[in-house]
């Protein structure tokens, strides 16, 4: 029979794998095929086989064709296939490992970072297939230092790989490191700042730039020299070179560039020579003084070989500017000398003060007597010393504590102020205090004139017994010491003075006092001596004449002197004789009245004498009657009696005959005094009349019959 072959259906399994290499072919194995429509376990399979990629290139799911398909094993030859060619996605061509090294060299100028930028051409890689194009890609590493150098460690990470073939690679690593850096030296310029400065001064070079300095680098310093620099570097020589070395400090490396060094340039210029006016002053109305100028900025002692000529200092004070402040200006001039092109000529003013004048202002003295007022005159009284230039002072106020009328004696202050008149401004005013004298006031004080009566002590009132004419502003005296040797009852009769002292009261301090004395009249002491009446008989010797003190006394111890006379004799006839004062008397200090008595002579009663008593009608007698006079004792009264006698005149000379006294002190009787038996009073007992007695409310007239 014929068996004819069966048909088997095959179809690609599994995966056909491999590494990359560059071309297409593919090894399949049996297990790459699934047959269908073997019987039972008959030994059949596919031939394994060469396949072809549908690319070269890495990758899955690529597509793998195969052709020429055969049957193999022992019962291959009971089959057929249906188709001898079979395709699929089977295939996967994994990626080729490379290998990469560093090489060349890296090169940058420094910059101050440590990024290195590295070429293809910095990497060599080993595992390539043929001519694929496969590099590194470029990338950015990392220098070991910043610092300019060769041979520098460089350093990469994240390395990948770039070219059409690249993705049917990987590299064993992706990090490398290879000392093939190289950091050039950067270009640094530094330039020396200009500089100027003034003759005479030494120059501060400090200042430059730079251009090149790499990530925010700084220069510290720079070494500066110039041959300007120095104080005594003339204008001539200038502009001087500055030379600029050795930069230093910041934050720089110097080994990191290249440092290119340029010169600054140092102008020196004149030094400014001041001539300054003089700055002065002078008193107003004085003359304006010679100006003068100083120099100042001298440099170098140069004022020993170098000067000014020619300059001139004006202002426009004059002898009458007034009081303030005046320019004084330089001008003109030249400077000569061995250095005067290192300098030039400049001006400052000075000040001219004119300064205020003395003015002494004094006011004048015044006097005014205590209680008047006085009103200063201020347009007269004062003096002034020191007016220039025709100013004047025509008034000032003036003021005194002492003006009012009520001011107490002393000297107050006369104060001038407030100077009115012309150019007074431009004057330093002193004032000077006149002095009020306030004079004491004249105050009489006169002591008041006393009487008093011989024997009777005194005392004189000094708060009453005076008077005063002056007194002012209500001032008093209020008593005054009074004294005399008048006052004391020894003082004997006559005028005494009545001395007034040491006044007191209030404000006497202002007074002058002029004591007028008054008059102390010592009046004598009145005092009346009664003869006492007498009897004798004719033929007989003249009895002792008595007599007694009838009104007043004796003070002091006082006596009187003499005795009585009677014109009756022993040889006179009978009758009544008058008792008479004879040499009877008393000092100076008594006014003494003398009552006559009566001697009557008995003579064998031949003779009687007869008596006239006269009834006063008058109802008040107002004076008194007694005979005083020895000569004329025609009429004769005893006071104090109620009886009288008529007598006349004897016939005969008196005797001498002893007459003595007795003092009493009788008084009028009860009625006997007062004219109709009145009560005796002082309006009845006035001074006697020279002409008539009173005995009582009787006048007795006497006769000799």
Not at 146 to 169: H, K, R
Not at 196 to 218: H, I, M, P, R, W
Request: charged share 5%; proline share 3%.
């Amino acid at each position: 029979g014929t068996i004819d072959q069966a048909s088997l259906s095959a179809v690609l399994a599994g995966t056909v794998t491999k590494t990359y290499n560059g071309n297409t072919t593919a090894s399949l194995a049996s297990n790459n095929f699934t047959l269908t429509g073997v019987v039972g376990s008959d030994d059949v399979e596919v031939s394994p086989t060469s396949g072809t990629y549908a690319t070269a290139n890495a990758g899955t799911g690529i597509g793998v064709s195969v052709s020429g398909l055969t049957l193999t094993g022992t019962a291959a030859g009971n089959y057929t296939l249906t188709t001898t060619s079979l395709s699929g996605n089977i295939g996967t061509i994994n990626q080729a490992s490379l290998s990469a090294v560093l090489a060349g060299t890296v090169t940058k100028t420094y910059n101050g970072n440590t990024t290195a930028s590295l070429a293809s051409n910095n990497f060599t890689l080993t595992g390539v297939v043929g001519s694929d194009d496969v590099e590194v890609s470029p990338t950015s590493g990392t220098y070991a230092t910043a610092n300019a150098g060769t041979g520098i460690g460089v350093s990469v990470s994240g390395l990948t790989l770039t070219g059409t073939a690249a993705g049917n690679y990987t590299l064993t690593t992706t990090s490398l490191s290879g000392n093939i850096g190289t950091i050039d030296q950067a270009a640094l310029s530094i330039t020396a700042s200009n500089a100027a400065k003034v003759y005479g001064q030494v120059a501060t070079l400090s200042g430059f730039t730079a251009s090149g300095l790499q990530n925010g680098e700084t220069i510290g310093s720079v070494t500066l020299t110039s041959a300007g620099q120095v104080a005594t570097a003339g204008v001539a020589g200038s502009p001087y070179a500055i030379i600029a070395s050795n930069a230093t400090g910041g934050t720089f490396d110097a080994s990191n560039y290249d440092i290119t060094y340029n010169d600054g340039a140092l102008v020196v210029s004149p030094a400014i020579l001041t001539a300054t006016a003089a700055t002065t002053t002078k008193i107003y109305g004085a003359a304006v003084p010679v100006l003068g100028y100083s120099l100042s900025g001298w440099q170098n002692g140069d004022q020993a070989t170098t000067t000014t000529t020619g300059v001139v200092v004006s202002t426009t004070a004059t002898t009458a500017s007034g009081v303030g402040s005046y320019l004084t200006t330089a001008s003109g001039g030249t400077i000569t000398g061995a250095a005067a092109a290192n300098y030039v000529l400049a001006y400052a003013t000075g000040t001219l003060a004119v300064n205020p004048a003395a003015l002494t202002v004094t006011a004048s003295n015044a006097s005014k007597t205590y209680g008047a007022d006085i009103t200063l005159n201020g347009s007269s009284g004062f003096t002034v010393a020191g007016l220039v230039n025709g100013d004047s002072v025509t008034s000032v106020s003036l003021s005194s504590s002492g003006s009012t009328a009520t001011t107490g004696v002393g000297t107050y202050g006369i104060a001038a102020s407030d100077a009115q008149g012309s150019g007074l401004a431009n004057y330093t005013i002193a004032y000077v205090d006149g002095v009020l004298t306030v004079n004491p006031a004249a105050l009489l004080v006169t002591a008041t004139n006393a009487t008093k009566t011989y024997g009777n002590g005194l005392t004189l009132d000094g708060m009453t017994g005076f008077t005063a004419v002056g007194l002012l502003n209500s001032d008093s005296v209020a008593s005054v010491t009074l004294a005399s040797s008048g006052t004391a009852a020894t003082a004997g009769a006559g005028s005494y003075g009545i001395v007034a002292s040491n006044a007191l009261g209030s404000g006497l301090g202002n007074y002058t006092i002029t004591y007028v004395e008054g008059t102390m009249t010592v009046t004598p002491r009145p005092i009346t001596v009664a003869a006492n009446d007498a009897t004798m008989t004719a033929g007989s010797a003249i009895p002792p004449l008595t007599w007694t003190i009838a009104l007043g006394n004796l003070v002091n111890g006082d006596t009187l002197t003499g005795g009585l006379a009677t014109s009756a004799t022993s040889s006179s006839t009978a009758g009544r004789y008058p008792i008479l004062q004879g040499t009877l008397a008393a000092s100076v200090n008594y006014d003494l009245t003398y009552v006559p008595g009566t001697l009557t002579v008995r003579q064998n009663n031949s003779q009687t004498p007869q008596e006239i008593v006269t009834l006063i009608t008058a109802s008040t007698p107002t004076s008194r009657f007694v005979q005083t006079s020895a000569s004329s004792a025609g009429v004769v009264f005893d006071t104090g009696s109620t009886s009288g006698s008529d007598t006349g005149n004897g016939s005969g000379a008196s005797s001498a005959a002893e007459s003595t006294g007795s003092q009493a002190t009788p008084g009028e009787g009860s009625d006997s005094g007062c004219t109709g038996g009145a009560t005796a009073s002082a309006s009845c007992t006035a001074t006697p009349h020279p002409q008539n007695t009173r005995v009582g409310r009787f006048l007795r007239f006497s006769r000799l019959q």
